[in-house]
């Protein structure tokens, strides 16, 4: 095996809310774990999809979002020290002779872990791409997608391209560094909460952001060519072009792992979570077995079961005691917590 390989005792796919609970108890058990997730940050769709919208039914938590749940379970997981590959999608994954499985992703990382959980939600989630042909060198050069740190951007021209929160939110978030900033969405209706559609309105109408109607059908690189909605073409000189489309979930290449499917779904059983391969677990919104609630609390106590079959193949033939976070001194030493 190459030294490039990165080995851990448990690689999870997937950083939603989920995958990282299921980071959590892999850490109460003293297992070594790596996550890797296609999109920038931890969030999964939880984020990306309903990120600052009111969650009311996570146990001890009467109201939450999103994203303030993401930072919470990252806050919760963070003594034990995850390593987390973000923007990676996962595209293999094959058992070696000794039982441990390699996995690697479309940019290269690979990974040799004794066991793997996938808890990927629907599916790994990416950015919907522009429908302009040859467009893909300019990807990281001049286009981007759902990029998380704009200070690159600083003293550009840019076009935001989209229509919803993520795209009126980066146009906005762009305006003080950005040398001119451009809104570009097909039609003049956006999708986004009312005090941030009222806050671009204003910035429109004082000259601070440019809001253009219409369809971008070229772009080489310094010029964006936009079709308007009369039909006309409006070229446009700039330095980057980030597109906002929203994202979309695919199952990807787990459907290629020989894994048994339901409907598109991991079938698993009730005991250990575990799927039709050995060592390999499924875990929230991916997984089904009779019964199944797609909720991110059943994610979180699938995960739990999870950690514990898991921690008898990484550990093989040592008894692992069942310890409370509330007494157990070990499980206070591995937290960082005084008692």
């Known amino acids: 095996m190459s030294s490039?390989?990165?080995?851990?005792?448990?690689?999870?796919?997937?950083?939603?809310?989920?995958?990282?609970?299921?980071?959590?108890?892999?850490?109460?058990?003293?297992?070594?774990?790596?996550?890797?997730?296609?999109?920038?940050?931890?969030?999964?769709?939880?984020?990306q999809l309903y990120g600052d919208k009111p969650i009311y039914d996570i146990p001890g938590l009467p109201r939450t979002t999103g994203r303030d749940l993401a930072d919470s379970l990252l806050q919760q997981v963070a003594p034990f020290d995850p390593s987390f590959h973000f923007g990676e999608q996962v595209a293999g994954l094959q058992r070696q002779s000794d039982d441990r499985f390699e996995v690697w992703a479309a940019g290269g990382?690979?990974?040799?872990?004794?066991?793997?959980?996938?808890?990927?939600?629907?599916?790994?989630?990416?950015?919907?791409?522009?429908?302009?042909?040859?467009?893909?060198?300019?990807?990281?050069?001049?286009?981007?997608?759902?990029?998380?740190?704009?200070?690159?951007?600083?003293?550009?021209q840019v076009v935001v391209n989209g229509g919803d929160d993520a795209a009126v939110q980066t146009a906005l978030a762009l305006l003080p560094i950005a040398r001119r900033v451009t809104l570009l969405h097909r039609r003049d209706v956006f999708q986004a909460e009312d005090h941030i559609l009222a806050e671009m309105r204003s910035q429109v109408a004082s000259n601070k952001l440019d809001l253009l109607i219409g369809q971008p059908n070229a772009f080489d690189g310094t010029q964006l060519q936009v079709t308007?909605?009369?039909?006309?073409?409006?070229?446009?000189?700039?330095?980057?072009?980030?597109?906002?489309l929203?994202?979309?979930?695919?199952?990807?290449?787990?459907?290629?792992?020989g894994l048994a499917l339901e409907r598109k779904q991991l079938a698993v059983d009730t005991e250990k979570f575990q799927t039709s391969e050995p060592g390999i677990f499924a875990v929230g919104d991916i997984n089904t077995y009779p019964g199944k609630k797609k909720l991110?609390?059943?994610?979180?106590?699938?995960?739990?079961?999870?950690?514990?079959?898991?921690?008898?193949l990484v550990f093989p033939g040592k008894a692992i005691p069942l310890q409370y976070t509330t007494t157990s001194t070990r499980l206070h030493q591995l937290l960082g917590v005084a008692h």
């Not at 959980?117 to 759902?146: D, M, N, Q, T």
């Not at 609390?297 to 008898?312: K, N, Y």
């Open 296 to 312: 991110i609390v059943c994610g979180f106590h699938e995960a739990t079961l999870a950690a514990w079959a898991a921690a008898a």
């Open 228 to 244: 308007t909605p009369d039909g006309g073409s409006a070229p446009l000189p700039i330095d980057a072009l980030i597109a906002c």
């Open 246 to 257: 929203g994202i979309s979930p695919r199952l990807g290449p787990v459907a290629d792992w």
């Open 4 to 47: 490039g390989v990165i080995e851990t005792d448990a690689l999870i796919i997937g950083a939603g809310p989920v995958g990282l609970f299921q980071a959590f108890q892999l850490g109460l058990l003293e297992i070594r774990c790596h996550v890797v997730d296609a999109l920038p940050r931890a969030g999964g769709q939880c984020v």
């Open 109 to 156: 990382t690979r990974w040799l872990a004794k066991t793997v959980f996938i808890a990927a939600g629907v599916g790994a989630f990416v950015p919907k791409r522009l429908a302009i042909a040859g467009i893909e060198p300019l990807e990281g050069s001049r286009l981007f997608y759902h990029p998380e740190a704009l200070e690159s951007f600083s003293g550009q």
